[in-house]
């Protein structure tokens, strides 16, 4: 049975910061963040948006009524939880009008999560083939106000449609995955931003790589030309090169090499103008690839999934005849009609806490629109439907 994509959507706050006014008020030389990162804006969210919000645009934007009737599972992967107990699922299945006869889910493991949720996904459809799974990333990257990862943060959510017979892509079953026990970034429970020691999840990115590769490689008995394309977690683009160029073979030929870099500039499109969307990052490469790429049917795309902690796997997935028929061709006019920030508005935007009385409520002041944040009354969020 083939199971894989039916469709992908994604969805992002719509206000942004430039990279280079956040350079200048901290007195960082732009290249550093354009160049050295080669990040060049971040999308900002407001106190009315969160996962759940995030999320469920997200997956409106591919869903149909028909698509909301089969859905039997919603996992949700995050590690920006609102809630230690409710998952975020709980409340998009809500708001989206879901099947009731629904198991609804959120997983975490860093930015890994979304991946872990395909696999069950995959899983689940084999036990019952006629079932449709949602699985959605949604996250939002916050460092803090002059924190080291700064200009690496971002928000967003990208929604998969998992079905057999799929329009998108077939989910091969060449998984191959590794666990390292370390502490390169994490977010304890009283922390409201993550401690990353920088340079270690860089050098862990990598080492993690290089061994998901080499077994990758080894336990599928494949070679990198099997691949046409290859999509990277992108907690800013610059890693994404680095990973890349760490397992494209030095005595590749030139033009073979070319094509490679030409799909992997697509692949880190979105993502330079979004900023990091943790465990969505990987598939709003996937999706950046595939709206703005040239691929064509059959073609084998790689993918590398890395979640600090860390757990890393690798995996493929082939494209279907006709694919680009479920893929938008004007996303491009979203990231243009956003509202650009200044520093200081962002500063108070993003970083704005909500202020809960002492009964537990709180007033959001938001604009009413559908799928926000509405209020929260007695600790409960009520959103916007
Ligand atoms: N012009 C051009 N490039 C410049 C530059 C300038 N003026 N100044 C610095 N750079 C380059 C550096 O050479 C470096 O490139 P390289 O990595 O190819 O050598 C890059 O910009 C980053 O500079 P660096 O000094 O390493 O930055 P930093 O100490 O501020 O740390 C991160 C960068 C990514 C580690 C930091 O942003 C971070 O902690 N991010 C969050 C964690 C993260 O994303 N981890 C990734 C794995 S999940």
């Known amino acids: 049975m083939n199971i894989g994509i039916d469709k992908i959507g994604f969805s992002m706050p719509n206000r942004y910061l430039d990279i280079k006014d956040l350079a200048v008020a901290r007195g960082i030389d732009p290249d550093k963040f354009t160049k050295g990162l080669l990040q060049s804006e971040m999308c900002v ?57 629904a198991r609804s889910v959120e997983i975490k493991e860093a930015c890994y999560g979304a991946t872990a949720a395909l696999e069950f996904a995959r899983n689940h459809i084999l036990s019952k ?73 860089t050098e862990l990115y990598l080492n993690c790589l290089e061994l998901t590769w080499k077994r990758f490689l080894k336990e599928n008995n494949k070679k990198i030309q099997d691949f046409s394309a290859f999509c990277f977690h992108i907690p800013y683009p610059k890693m994404a090169l680095k990973g890349f160029k760490k397992i494209l073979p030095e005595t590749m030929d030139e033009k073979e090499k070319e094509n490679y870099i030409n799909n992997f500039e697509k692949s ?51 494209l279907v005849e006709n694919y680009k028929k479920v893929l938008r ?13 200044n520093v200081k508005e962002y500063e108070k935007i993003f970083f704005e806490k909500i202020k809960i009385d002492n009964e537990g409520n709180a007033n959001i002041e938001g604009n009413g629109e559908k799928f926000t944040l509405k209020e929260i009354s007695s600790h409960k969020r009520i959103y916007n439907q």
């Open 45 to 101: 969210t407001s106190k009315e948006e969160d996962i759940v919000t995030l999320g469920a645009r997200a997956a409106e934007e591919i869903l149909t009524k028909e698509d909301k009737e089969k859905i039997d599972m919603i996992v949700l992967g995050t590690e920006t939880g609102i809630d230690q107990s409710k998952a975020a699922a709980v409340f998009i299945h809500g708001l989206l009008k879901i099947n009731p006869y």
């Open 129 to 201: 083939p006629n079932s449709y799974v949602l699985v959605i990333a949604s996250d939002i990257a916050k460092y803090g106000i002059g924190a080291g990862g700064e200009s690496t943060q971002g928000a967003g959510s990208v929604a998969m449609l998992i079905k057999k017979d799929p329009r998108l892509s077939i989910l091969n079953i060449d998984n191959t995955y590794l666990t390292q026990d370390a502490m390169d970034f994490f977010r304890p429970n009283y922390s409201p931003y993550p401690f990353v020691e920088g340079k270690f999840s």
């Open 268 to 318: 880190i499109f979105y993502s330079k103008k979004v900023g990091n969307i943790y465990t969505g990052s990987l598939f709003l490469g996937l999706l950046s690839l595939l709206e703005n790429g040239n691929l064509k049917a059959g073609d084998n795309i790689c993918l590398y999934s890395y979640g600090s902690g860390a757990v890393s796997e690798i995996f493929s997935m082939t």
């Open 329 to 341: 061709k004007d996303r491009i006019n979203d990231f243009n009609n956003r509202t650009r920030l």
